[in-house]
């Protein structure tokens, strides 16, 4: 997983690398976790581009940073997900509470 964090726009931006089954969902929370706490964006952005395959504990993931991320009063959003990926989310009713952005639009912060 790479991430990319930028000062001035308060944007943490997760590229996820790896599928997200159990084993690569607790490496990539920890270190989710990490920079989040660091950094304390007023947005979080996971891409999802590389990810062809999710289960449950890449559901638990997501929901996990968008409960830490509301604590610092920021947002979270999920963005190049695939279509198998979005069924997922649907079915969990993630997309209820967490928006698919289409890009990255990186805006300044006054």
């Given at each position: 997983?790479?991430?990319?964090?930028?000062?001035?726009d308060k944007?943490?931006?997760?590229?996820?690398?790896?599928?997200l089954?159990?084993?690569?969902?607790?490496?990539?929370?920890?270190?989710?976790?990490?920079?989040?706490?660091?950094?304390m964006?007023?947005?979080?952005?996971?891409?999802?581009?590389?990810?062809?395959?999710?289960?449950?504990?890449?559901?638990?993931?997501?929901?996990?940073?968008?409960?830490q991320t509301?604590?610092?009063g920021?947002?979270?959003?999920?963005?190049?997900v695939?279509?198998?990926?979005?069924?997922?989310?649907?079915?969990?009713?993630?997309?209820k509470?967490?928006?698919i952005?289409?890009?990255?639009?990186?805006?300044?912060?006054?």
């Amino acid at each position: 997983m790479r991430v990319n964090h930028f000062i001035e726009d308060k944007l943490l931006l997760f590229e996820i690398t790896e599928e997200l089954d159990h084993h690569a969902s607790e490496i990539i929370r920890k270190r989710a976790d990490y920079e989040i706490q660091r950094f304390m964006p007023k947005r979080v952005v996971f891409d999802f581009k590389r990810v062809s395959f999710m289960d449950s504990a890449g559901i638990g993931l997501i929901i996990g940073r968008y409960k830490q991320t509301n604590l610092y009063g920021g947002k979270l959003e999920i963005m190049n997900v695939n279509e198998k990926i979005k069924r997922v989310f649907e079915m969990a009713g993630i997309l209820k509470i967490i928006p698919i952005i289409d890009e990255l639009k990186i805006e300044k912060i006054s």
